[in-house]
């Protein structure tokens, strides 16, 4: 694959600045959903019209919510210096990066005002359409650019990242604006795979990307590659019933046995966060023997298996365990503020391990197929 010529350590640095900053944003985040601080500014992207409204330094829900906002803000103009410092040291001219800002802020501000709650139902109509239209000329161009001009990895990457960087602006513009728990979980979620393509521009960026897939014989190795892609499937979809049980259930917890639900294994389910609940519980259990399972099957097979997979996996077992008990206690507080927010920040941990592990096992290299090819 291509590269940014050449390889630069100083981007490498910024792209691990730029994870650290969303990780930051998304902690932030959770804390402003647990202390329900979400909707205390009827306005976005302002707040009460400013970019300093007052007193928001003097009170919590305030202060959280306008943060959350400059702290978006913030990380947005981050990956936009990411992917035009990918962008401009391949050759690549200014002109055309200056082209693409313009046209993501003017979407951005047309979906802005669609969603103002001033304007008429066939204006909003209209300004939704106008957007959806505009945002196809930068998405074009990127495919285009992606399939026509060979582009590196990292600058198709870092591309990425500013769509989506932009498109969870609108998500976060639209919770506010039309008042939608949909659009928080959506928010939510998103947030998590943005962060994912963060932490693969960093990996993609080092100085060690070539080398950082698993090296285990080939039969093992298709195993590996199933068995990261299930677990990083796995955790994510935990974190989907995590972001739908804090957003569509604010107050306190809906149900508060700790293993079971509603005093049964498996609850009836006519209630839908009672459905969620028992989920997220029965995700957790299940992720937890999938993990020591591939951490039983490393062991068995240590002479053949890589050892980064074993030392990665007992990581995230450990983070498991720790999570469960970060979940127990949630319940068990009714949602402290300080527990639940460590109980996200650890699950997006357990996410960004369990992704890593996934890359790293589909960029494996069979042990057999090098050995055969070493030169004698």
């Not at 306005?43 to 959350?68: K, R």
């Not at 960093?202 to 892609?229: C, H, I, N, Q, Y």
Request: glycine share 8%; hydrophobic share 55%; proline share 4%.
């Amino acid at each position: 694959m291509n590269e940014i010529p050449p390889r630069s350590r100083p981007f490498q640095l910024y792209s691990r600045f730029v994870v650290f900053v969303a990780v930051l944003l998304i902690w932030w985040g959770a804390a402003t959903t647990t202390k329900q601080a979400g909707m205390v500014f009827a306005d976005w992207p302002l707040s009460l019209g400013s970019f300093n409204p007052p007193g928001w330094l003097d009170y919590m829900v305030p202060f959280l919510e306008h943060s959350h906002r400059l702290l978006a803000k913030l990380v947005g103009v981050l990956v936009l210096v990411l992917f035009s410092w990918a962008y401009i040291r391949s050759g690549k001219k200014a002109l055309e990066v200056f082209a693409l800002v313009v046209i993501l802020a003017i979407t951005l501000g047309v979906f802005i005002a669609a969603g103002d709650e001033r304007i008429d139902v066939d204006r909003k109509e209209m300004f939704l359409l106008i957007a959806l239209g505009m945002s196809l000329i930068p998405i074009s161009w990127l495919v285009w650019s992606w399939r026509s001009r060979s582009w590196s990895l990292v600058e198709k990457l870092t591309g990425l990242a500013l769509l989506m960087v932009t498109t969870q602006a609108i998500f976060g513009g639209l919770r506010v604006t039309e008042i939608s728990d949909f659009f928080a979980v959506i928010h939510g979620c998103f947030a998590q795979a943005f962060f994912c393509v963060l932490i693969l521009i960093a990996m993609v960026s080092s100085r060690g990307w070539k080398d950082v897939g698993f090296k285990e014989p080939l039969a093992r190795l298709r195993v590996t590659k199933l068995t990261g892609t299930i677990l990083a499937g796995l955790v994510f979809l935990q974190l989907i019933f995590g972001a739908k049980m804090r957003h569509f259930h604010r107050s306190g917890v809906p149900d508060t046995d700790l293993f079971m639900t509603r005093g049964a294994w498996i609850p009836p389910f006519d209630d839908p966060i009672i459905v969620v609940l028992f989920l997220h519980k029965f995700t957790a259990a299940c992720i937890l023997l999938f993990a020591i399972g591939i951490v039983i099957r490393s062991c068995a097979g240590r002479g053949q298996g890589d050892a980064r997979a074993l030392k990665i996996i007992s990581w995230i077992v450990g983070l498991i365990f720790i999570q469960i008990v970060l979940g127990l206690s949630v319940i068990g507080t009714e949602k402290s503020f300080w527990v639940t927010n460590v109980h996200v920040l650890n699950g997006l941990t357990i996410l960004a391990l369990s992704f890593v592990f996934s890359v790293s096992a589909m960029c494996g290299r069979a042990k057999d197929s090098a050995l055969a090819n070493r030169p004698s």
